[in-house]
């Protein structure tokens, strides 16, 4: 696991702290919670009903770090109400010593933490009296209205960055995909969503139109040539996905255009008439995304498929 040192807000905080004023000593409350106020903050007090937004790690005895706020995003929201957070040795005890801008060390034994705050089983990896080192920072105090509107432009912040972040990842996706055609001397083309596809074999000319239901076979490949699935009973066996009691006799059928296949598909079928074959080329947000699917589709995965469109109906 990564060590405090790399990522945590408040080393260096405590660092200034230690060096400025010199060693501080942990003080023990009367329920044996031993803490150390590294940092005073405003003096500013929640009130009930009031949003703290903490910045939180926790490590264990060898500063391993079991949690991170700045992993999951930064700070998290604590509702507070003084009267159910007890006196109890752990976290909640800690809350109440919370204002804003404060940063405090807490150090619970792990068994007390589990129990208390956690609310699960200790497990058995983790001694019982071996202490959990919690850093706590207050970076505000939020009323009900204010959090709100809080919570509103971090929406908008998260909206903003999965949107670049996907505008990234379609660049990244389209080189792989004309890397991959220029490496195997492939001549595609591609649709304005950015899906790439071949034609191999031309069919009767009928289009299927959205709402169609329509038939198809179709064979499932990452670029690499890892085979993922198949409806074709011989591609199946030969790439290792073959499923006993499947029915390869009969081909998969879905609405064209509803949404209930990849958008790849819906967009890639549409383009072929009744009885043509073709390779589709997909990349990742026309695909299953960040996500992924199953065990061989990776997150943000390019992936080809073969497939005939057997009939419209």
Known sequence: MKRLKQYSFIIGLLALVMTACGQKEFTTTDTGLEYLKVKEGSGEKPNDGDFLLLNVSYTDVNDNVMFSSAERGGAL??????????????????????????????????????????????????????????????????????FQAYRMEQGQKAKAKAAEEAKEQIAKDAKIIEDHLIEKG???????????????????????????????????????????????????????????????????????????????????????????????????????????????????AVLMFDVELVDIK
């Open 186 to 300: 492939i001549e595609a083309q591609s649709t304005p969503e950015g899906l790439y596809y071949v034609i191999t074999q031309e069919g009767n000319g009928v289009v299927p139109e959205n709402g169609n239901t329509v038939i198809v076979n179709y064979t499932g490949k990452l670029l690499d040539g890892t085979m993922f699935d198949s409806s074709v009973e011989e591609d199946a066996k030969a790439g290792g996905v073959y499923t006993e009691g499947r029915d390869y006799n009969k081909p998969f059928d879905f609405p064209l255009g509803q949404g209930r296949v990849i958008k790849g598909w819906d967009i890639g079928v549409a383009l072929l008439s009744k009885g043509a074959k073709a390779t589709l080329y997909i990349p990742s947000n026309l695909a299953y995304g960040a996500r992924g699917a199953g065990a061989k589709i990776g997150p943000n």
């Open 77 to 146: 929201p604590l509702n507070y109400v003084d009267s159910v957070f007890a006196n109890n040795g752990s976290l909640e005890e800690g809350f109440k010593m919370c204002n804003k801008g404060d940063s405090l060390i807490l150090k619970i034994p792990a068994n007390v933490i589990f129990e208390e705050s956690f609310k699960r089983p200790l497990p058995d990896t983790i001694p019982a009296e071996s202490i959990i080192t919690v850093y706590l920072g207050v970076q505000d105090i939020l009323d009900q209205e204010q």
